[in-house]
């Protein structure tokens, strides 16, 4: 066969079962990066911050730290055609509606269940990901949603909460709409994947966020802003937020969806690890489990398979 034949051949599939390193690595800064911005941002909402500008501000930072980071790099570009749809998933799902839902959530649910159950993407991801991707999903990664789950509802506790009261049911109700707006932005980003890199879809991303945010932002007063507040508020827009949503990105495009969505349950525990060790929030045994479980279930979906040996 000659080398023309060869390269004109499509390459083939990639098995849902691949893990490349450099996905796992993503995978590492989204959960830092993004479970370590919660109880920042808390932080900054607690001084006086109002919540929807916090969240306008963050994503139009974002954008713009992005955008000129990408025009000194000379690898600022328009979008075209064929990534809109990950630009729309990315920015009306995942940036947009994933802020406008947690932000009108997290005054009626507290805090610690707000950072757990708004990340359960996996819940979604895992059907969608039979239906609309075809991915097999083996034994091995099963076990591993059940572990994620279990840990979810250990950390989430849903036996203390007061369902008799209505706006915490609707607090719940739009935490777990938060997680499906990501899950489906991971099925589409996979599904569709973009021409251009994840890096340079980053900055029209967040402009579309902030455009579709900004009308929920208006409605609010902005609040007070400390010195602490405006600190947290510079983090999370140019570092926090910018290279922790490029970390999201990416990882969704490199690794599998089931095992990026569960890598993402991370987050949320390393988000309470830190509250505790810096807010003083209590550290219970249900925190110990739960984030045990998560964590445990990572490991498990993302443990290399077991090739065989060539006789």
Do not use: K
């Not at 098995?15 to 989204?30: C, F, K, R, V």
């Not at 929807?52 to 980071?69: I, P, Q, Y």
């Not at 455009?211 to 400390?226: I, K």
């Amino acid at each position: 066969m000659s080398r023309a034949l060869a390269t004109a051949q499509p390459a083939p599939p990639r098995s849902s079962e691949t893990i490349p390193p450099a996905g796992l690595l993503q995978l590492l800064g989204a959960v830092v990066l993004l479970g370590g911005a919660w109880p920042i941002t808390r932080y900054a909402v607690v001084a006086g911050a109002s919540p929807s500008w916090f969240a306008e501000g963050r994503t139009l930072l974002s954008g713009l730290s992005a955008a000129v980071l990408l025009a000194v790099m000379g690898r600022l570009r328009l979008p075209v055609r064929r990534d809109l749809p990950a630009l729309l998933a990315i920015g009306l799902l995942q940036l947009a509606g994933f802020f406008a839902l947690v932000h009108a959530a997290v005054a009626w649910v507290p805090a610690g269940r707000t950072s757990i159950l708004c990340n359960t993407t996996t819940i979604f991801v895992v059907p969608l990901s039979l239906l609309v991707l075809h991915e097999t999903v083996s034994p091995r990664r099963w076990v591993a949603v059940a572990a994620g789950i279990a840990g979810i509802v250990l950390l989430m506790g849903p036996w203390a909460i007061d369902w008799s009261v209505g706006r915490t049911l609707l607090g719940h109700v739009f935490l777990l709409g938060a997680a499906a707006c990501w899950g489906c932005t991971i099925i589409v980003v996979r599904r569709f994947p973009p021409r251009h890199s994840m890096l340079e879809l980053l900055p029209w991303c967040f402009a579309l966020a902030s455009l579709a945010l900004l009308p929920l932002a208006a409605s609010h007063e902005p609040g007070t802003w400390s010195a602490g507040s405006l600190a947290s508020f510079a983090y999370i827009g140019l570092v926090g937020g910018s290279i922790g949503t490029w970390c999201v990105m990416q990882a969704s495009v490199t690794l599998p969806a089931l095992v990026a969505s569960l890598g993402f349950l991370a987050s949320p525990a390393f988000g309470l690890l830190l509250s505790t060790l810096w807010l003083g929030e209590p550290l219970g045994p249900d925190l110990i489990a739960g984030a045990a479980l998560i964590l445990g279930g990572v490991a498990i979906a993302a443990w290399p398979r077991r090739t065989a040996v060539a006789a």
